[in-house]
């Protein structure tokens, strides 16, 4: 797959989920988040297909209210 880096998810909610180890903020693991920069594209697009799923399948949080 090509075309431009997907930018960051982040939304500076920063919150890691302990049984998910995910973000609450854009579902992305600690080492997803470490790596962001170095990822290469189609990482970075893997990345982000994978968030949506992940978002779902956790239970509603606090985070951000």
């Known amino acids: 797959m090509s075309g431009?880096?997907?930018?960051?998810p982040c939304v500076a909610v920063c919150i890691l989920d302990q049984a998910s180890g995910f973000c609450r903020g854009c579902?992305?693991?600690?080492?997803?988040i470490?790596?962001?920069s170095s990822?290469?594209?189609d990482e970075k697009?893997?990345?982000?297909?994978?968030?949506p799923?992940?978002?779902?399948a956790l239970p509603p949080s606090d985070a951000g209210r």
Not at 4 to 8: E, I, M, N, Q, R
Not at 27 to 32: N, V
Not at 53 to 56: F, N
């Open 4 to 8: 431009a880096d997907p930018v960051s």
């Open 27 to 32: 579902y992305r693991t600690i080492a997803e």
């Open 34 to 36: 470490a790596a962001w």
């Open 39 to 41: 990822l290469s594209g």
């Open 45 to 51: 697009r893997r990345v982000v297909a994978q968030l």
């Open 53 to 56: 799923a992940r978002k779902a």
